[in-house]
């Protein structure tokens, strides 16, 4: 039997494995990602995600093409309504979000997979196989072996240093990983539908109906695109909703016939909240749909296997390099498991808001927003564990486990995001001075391990000087608003710890290198 040698094997090809293959194949490594289908899956099911995950997809696709893909709707609200139309429940999508784009932004999946998918293709040391099924996979001391079935039905062995499944709700390698499972035990079935208008649309961005009678979701589907996601009623089969002339039917009262639109596709999904409680066993590890379900009515299921990828692609990296020993990756699980729980609480918040099909209930729901009885809207989950600078006591000026601010800056005669003229990885960001001047030679040396950068952001152009210039004025302002005069920031864009007083800024340097020093091999601090 042939036999393939890689560093990270990408079980699956959706889009957490291009995330993931994009970021560990622009470090170098020899990733290859084995998808069972011959081509790629074409049809639209995430609409949705928020700036946090654009400023991780800047890692695969370029801003100037991200743009175009995308419908913003910063600045505007998302609104649920009664079966009369009242308001229940509003909820606002910030106009600029701290990572540098509109708080919401909506979009198709497929043409966002295709430009990520061109940036996977192009990167030398990734190998993309298509019509390849994972049908075995075994840990070895210092591998794991996984058997590979062809289209043309030949089987082949991958040797890889690390398996990650991103194999999607059924994921094969979770079967194979021992694992137990949280479920919520949230199921309804909705059927969805998307569409191409002949004229642009007049419906808001993204509203919620919650009609006992047809509880409907009414949203972009990116450029050009509508979408509505309409619950199938307990009376009703999934073969009934699924007829063509049943769904004009449906959109009939939203003012969509075959003379003004285009039926794109239709399909029945099962909405489900779910997650598996260990994310790593050894040398294999889970992202995306593989390892948490959420229904979508926040839009967030791709968005935190994005996360995951962003999350874990830091820490493969330092192990891959022998920096860091494997021990940094049970931080993935304990890092991103209670925040995906969170955000698939919130998640359940707004289904179990509006998959109510009994209309006393309904009319129950209905009072309770409209008085304002109900437990608030959840707020937006930070990171609250795993490596961050969490000193004991609470201090204001430490904004740990937030997001980073991102926002345009002029570097070396570029003007951009940060990230796209600066760069990405571990960061320490001063408006006071370079960081770098406040540190001892051991503590430069461990970040220079860490690939970090020390960065001095002005407001005054001085971009001869080397430092990365403040162009809209708006890095001044948010260090400003949160009175800090320097940052620590992770590869994945949380805060690792933050101060008032820049020449505290060593003491956090040395906390983190004290948390990696747990999982050191040679990044050291004498
Ligand atoms: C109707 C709907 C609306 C949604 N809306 C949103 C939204 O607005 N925002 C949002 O963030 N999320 C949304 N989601 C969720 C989002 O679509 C998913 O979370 C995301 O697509 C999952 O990506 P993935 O890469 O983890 O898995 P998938 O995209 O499912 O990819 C898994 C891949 O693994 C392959 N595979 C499986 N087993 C094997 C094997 N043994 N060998 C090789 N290959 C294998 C499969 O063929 C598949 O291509 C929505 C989902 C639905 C259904």
Request: aromatic share 10%.
């Amino acid at each position: 039997m042939k036999k393939e040698y890689v560093d990270v094997a990408i079980i699956g090809y959706g889009p957490i494995a291009k995330m993931l293959g994009s970021l560990l194949g622009n470090k170098g490594w020899k990733v290859g990602i084995y998808e069972k289908f011959v081509e790629p899956y074409c049809l639209p099911r995430a609409v949705a995600m928020d700036d946090e995950i654009a400023r991780i997809l800047q890692g695969a696709v370029p801003s100037d093409k991200l743009e175009k893909l995308f419908d913003a709707a910063g600045g505007e609200m998302y609104n649920w309504y009664n079966a009369e139309r009242e308001l229940l429940l509003s909820i606002p999508f910030e106009k600029e979000g701290v990572s540098g784009w509109p708080g919401e932004l909506f979009f198709n999946q497929p043409s966002l997979e295709k430009e990520m998918d061109q940036t996977c293709s192009n990167l030398s040391s990734v190998m993309i196989h298509y019509g390849n099924e994972v049908i075995d996979l075994k840990e070895k001391q210092e591998s794991v072996e996984l058997t590979v079935k062809e289209h043309s039905g030949e089987e082949r062995k991958v040797i890889a240093k690390y398996t990650v499944g991103c194999d999607g709700a059924n994921s094969f390698v979770r079967e194979n990983m021992e694992h137990t499972v949280t479920d919520l035990n949230f199921e309804y079935d909705f059927l969805v539908v998307d569409l191409i208008p002949k004229e642009k649309s007049e419906l808001p961005v993204i509203m919620q109906i919650c009609d006992p009678e047809r509880p409907t979701t009414v949203v972009s589907g990116g450029p050009g695109r509508r979408r509505w996601e309409f619950m199938v009623l307990p009376h009703e089969s999934k073969e009934e909703v699924s007829q063509e002339e049943y769904i004009w039917e449906l959109l009939e009262p939203w003012n969509h016939t075959p003379e003004n639109s285009i039926l794109e596709r239709s399909a029945v999904y099962t909405f489900k909240a779910l997650w598996v409680n260990e994310w790593r066993k050894g040398r294999v590890m889970i992202a995306g749909d593989a390892a948490h379900l959420t229904p979508p009515f926040m839009g967030q299921g791709m968005c935190s296997g994005i996360r995951d990828a962003a999350n874990l692609a830091w820490k493969l990296d330092l192990v891959l390099k022998g920096k860091l020993n494997e021990g940094i990756l049970d931080t993935f699980t304990e890092e991103r498991k209670p925040h995906n729980e969170k955000v698939v609480s919130a998640a359940l918040y707004l289904g179990e808001m509006i998959c109510v099909n009994d209309p006393k209930k309904a009319k129950e729901r209905d009072t309770a927003f409209i008085s304002g009885k109900v437990p608030p809207f959840p707020a937006f989950p930070i990171l609250t564990d795993g490596i961050l600078y969490q000193p004991g006591e609470e201090k204001k000026d430490n904004l740990a486990g937030q997001l980073s601010f991102q926002s345009k800056v002029k570097y070396h005669n570029k003007v951009g995001l940060f990230d796209d003229v600066v760069g990405t990885g571990w960061t320490i960001i001063s408006p006071v001075q370079n960081p770098r001047e406040l540190l001892n030679n051991s503590q430069l040396r461990f970040l220079k391990d860490l690939d970090a950068t020390c960065i001095e952001i002005s407001s005054v152009d001085e971009d001869g000087k080397g430092t990365v210039v403040d162009v809209t004025g708006k890095y001044s302002e948010y260090f400003e608003e949160n009175d800090i005069e320097a940052v620590i920031v992770r590869p994945d864009y949380y805060i690792f710890g933050s101060t008032s007083d820049v020449s505290k800024v060593s003491s956090i340097v040395e906390d983190l290198a004290s948390q990696l020093k747990k999982y050191m091999n040679t990044v050291t601090v004498q």
